[in-house]
Antibody, heavy 121, light 110 residues
């Protein structure tokens, strides 16, 4: 069955960096676009970034542009989010999510359980 | 702030019908998808496209759209439908490709 497991979260000071990983299994990873979505404590969902199935295109939300970078390694079935210059307001649970079908874009059919990132001094 | 607007909270009596709405300019061009999220859990896709349900989603949940408003309707609400519901769609406001979520609606089943 489709499974995604996020890792790499933790407590980090403002201005520092962190890299999240999302290990995927149970499907042909290289056939699907992948997203990161975050949720601050007690708040709603916020889209963070997407990478096309083949890595050819990447887009980031304005709130993280120039600080966060999404990437993928299809040989390792793994999605990444490199987070630099972290701010207190980046504190959230970060979910990786897979598009429901190839090129279904924003229909996020499968989600990991999330990893908590806390930015605090 | 989100370009998709949802009512923060809605309530429904057990067994009755409730409609949760999502408004935004992008909905004139793109379909929405709807997600159900229960406390401590990851979101679950419940409706996508014109009115499609992933496997395992009960048919009492349905979707519709008109103009700049999309709706998620639960016909015969059950206790297990109590959750937060989010809409999302393609963000048509920016220069680059993006996705936007609504602020979410907390559904209470009385």
């Amino acid at each position: 069955q489709v499974q995604m497991v996020e890792s790499g979260g933790g407590v980090v000071q403002p201005g520092r960096s962190l890299r999240l990983s999302c290990a995927a299994s149970g499907f042909t990873f290289s056939s699907y676009g992948m997203h990161w979505v975050r949720q601050a404590p007690g708040k709603g969902l916020e889209w963070v970034a997407v990478v096309w199935y083949d890595g050819s295109k990447k887009y980031h939300a304005d709130s993280v542009k120039d600080r966060f970078t999404i990437s993928r390694d299809n040989s390792k079935n793994t999605l990444y989010l490199q987070m630099n210059s972290l701010r207190v307001e980046d504190t959230a649970v970060y979910y990786c999510a897979r598009e429901l079908e190839h090129s279904s874009s924003w229909y996020l059919g499968y989600w990991g359980q999330g990893t908590l990132v806390t930015v605090s001094s | 702030s989100s370009g998709l607007t949802q009512d923060p909270a809605v309530s429904v009596a057990l067994g009755q019908t409730v409609r949760i709405t999502c408004q935004g300019d992008s909905l004139r061009s793109y379909y929405v998808s709807w997600y159900q999220q229960k406390p401590g859990q990851a979101p679950v896709l419940v409706i996508y496209g014109k009115n499609n349900r992933p496997s395992g989603i009960p048919d009492r949940l349905s979707g519709s759209s008109s103009g700049n408003t999309a709706s998620l309707t639960i016909t015969g609400a059950q206790a297990e439908d109590e959750a937060d519901y989010y809409c999302n769609s393609r963000d048509s406001s920016g220069k680059h490709w993006g996705v936007e979520f609504g602020g979410g609606t907390k559904l209470t089943v009385l």
